[in-house]
Every structure is written in structure tokens, then in C-alpha cells.
């Protein structure tokens, strides 16, 4: 089963919003449609109704990284079995149209939704693909970014769990933040401590008059 390709409907769907800088993106049924990427026939079903829907279930997947962000294994796992028994899926075995060399499909796990409304259809994907990361890998490998103001979503997939941001953009950004911080702090300990010096050269010939 491709988990990555299924844990993504709730990165892409979360990230649509970058709450601490007051930007959405999920503004209308076009933008409800390019969060499904290449599955165009479920991208269909989408209306103007489904903006409004979008919008609640982003806040509750939201919710999820941000229990798991702050270690709430619990509360993550809650808020995410709420979302899957609202919004069931089915596990099938499909080939599509893919043959190996001995001309047999390649079979595979997919998840098949059944939903009354293109809303239901994409959260019932999100929430399944979501939670076999979460079981698959942990927890802790749901984040937020840690480069403020961003707090974008992400699903730490390093060897040794070291992901803190979302992007190399954001990590960049962060990285050149906190070596500025740290010249700032030299820079500031450089004056003082010239400044020290100062004084007790002051004090010592203030002494020998």
C-alpha cells in the first residue's frame, strides 16, 4: 500500500492553511479540486459546498499534528479514530492496468471510498493514510515545522527522526536565524566584556593616584 501517497491527502489538506500568518488557500471549489492531485474523477464530485466542509475536517486533522507536535500520543490517536469512524474506507486489491513480465497485474492495496460527498470521499483518505503512518512509524513523526511563524505540517520519514521543518526553505531560514541569534549573543558578550575591562582599567589607575 502506498502510505506516503495516502498520509499526504492530510499534509497537502492541513497545510492549505497557514494560520499565524492569517493565509488560506482553500478559498473556493477550484482550490478544493488541486488538493486531489492526479485523482481527477473524485475531484469532480467537488462543489462549492465542499469548501466549508474542507475547512472543518482541516481543523480536526490540524488538531492531530498538533497533539502529536506537543506529545499527546493519546489525544492524537482520538482525534484521528473520531475522523476514520466518521469517514470509513475499504480496503481493496487492485492491478489497474500494470502487467510484470509475465503479463499478471501488479497487485495492491488501495482504498476505496464510498462517500456521500467529495468532502467525505478525501477525509475518509486522509485519516486512513494518516493513521497507518502513525502506526507504521510512531507519533512522533507527525510534526509541525519549528520555523516561526510557519507550523506547517510534515511526516518525519528520516532515518534517525530528525525532520523539525517542513522544507529545506524553512530549515534554511531557521538555520540563518539562529546564527544571526548567536553572533547578536557574541557580539553583545564582546561589548560587555570590553566594557568590563574598561572600567577595571579605570578602577586601577583611579588606585594608583
Given at each position: 500500500m502506498?502510505?506516503?501517497?495516502?498520509?499526504?491527502?492530510?499534509?497537502?489538506?492541513?497545510?492549505?492553511?497557514?494560520?499565524?500568518?492569517?493565509?488560506?488557500?482553500?478559498?473556493?471549489?477550484?482550490?478544493?479540486?488541486?488538493?486531489?492531485?492526479?485523482?481527477?474523477?473524485?475531484?469532480?464530485?467537488?462543489?462549492?459546498?465542499?469548501?466549508?466542509?474542507?475547512?472543518?475536517?482541516?481543523?480536526?486533522?490540524?488538531?492531530?499534528?498538533?497533539?502529536?507536535?506537543?506529545?499527546d500520543?493519546?489525544?492524537?490517536?482520538?482525534?484521528?479514530?473520531?475522523?476514520?469512524?466518521?469517514?470509513?474506507v475499504?480496503?481493496?486489491?487492485?492491478?489497474?492496468?500494470?502487467?510484470?513480465?509475465?503479463?499478471?497485474?501488479?497487485?495492491?492495496?488501495?482504498?476505496?471510498?464510498?462517500?456521500s460527498?467529495?468532502?467525505?470521499?478525501?477525509?475518509?483518505?486522509?485519516?486512513?493514510?494518516?493513521?497507518?503512518?502513525?502506526?507504521?512509524?510512531?507519533?512522533?513523526?507527525?510534526?509541525?515545522?519549528?520555523a516561526?511563524?510557519?507550523?506547517?505540517?510534515?511526516?518525519?520519514?528520516?532515518?534517525?527522526?530528525?525532520?523539525?521543518?517542513?522544507?529545506?526553505?524553512?530549515?534554511t531560514?531557521?538555520?540563518?536565524?539562529?546564527?544571526?541569534?548567536?553572533?547578536?549573543?557574541?557580539?553583545?558578550?564582546?561589548?560587555?566584556?570590553g566594557?568590563?575591562?574598561?572600567?577595571?582599567?579605570?578602577?586601577?589607575?583611579?588606585?594608583?593616584?
Amino acid at each position: 500500500m502506498e502510505l506516503a501517497y495516502y498520509s499526504d491527502y492530510a499534509v497537502r489538506l492541513v497545510n492549505s492553511e497557514e494560520p499565524t500568518r492569517g493565509k488560506d488557500a482553500l478559498t473556493s471549489v477550484e482550490a478544493v479540486r488541486d488538493l486531489f492531485g492526479g485523482n481527477q474523477s473524485a475531484a469532480r464530485r467537488a462543489t462549492d459546498a465542499d469548501v466549508t466542509r474542507f475547512r472543518a475536517v482541516r481543523a480536526r486533522l490540524r488538531a492531530v499534528f498538533e497533539a502529536a507536535d506537543e506529545g499527546d500520543e493519546t489525544l492524537a490517536v482520538d482525534l484521528l479514530n473520531s475522523l476514520l469512524l466518521e469517514f470509513p474506507v475499504s480496503p481493496q486489491i487492485s492491478g489497474h492496468d500494470f502487467r510484470d513480465e509475465d503479463g499478471r497485474p501488479l497487485w495492491h492495496m488501495h482504498l476505496a471510498d464510498h462517500p456521500s460527498n467529495a468532502t467525505a470521499g478525501y477525509a475518509a483518505i486522509a485519516a486512513m493514510g494518516l493513521a497507518f503512518h502513525l502506526t507504521e512509524y510512531g507519533v512522533d513523526r507527525l510534526g509541525l515545522c519549528e520555523a516561526a511563524p510557519c507550523r506547517n505540517a510534515y511526516l518525519d520519514t528520516s532515518t534517525n527522526r530528525s525532520r523539525r521543518y517542513c522544507s529545506d526553505r524553512c530549515a534554511t531560514r531557521a538555520n540563518v536565524a539562529a546564527y544571526r541569534a548567536r553572533k547578536r549573543l557574541e557580539a553583545d558578550r564582546s561589548e560587555k566584556t570590553g566594557l568590563a575591562a574598561d572600567s577595571a582599567q579605570r578602577s586601577t589607575a583611579s588606585g594608583e593616584r
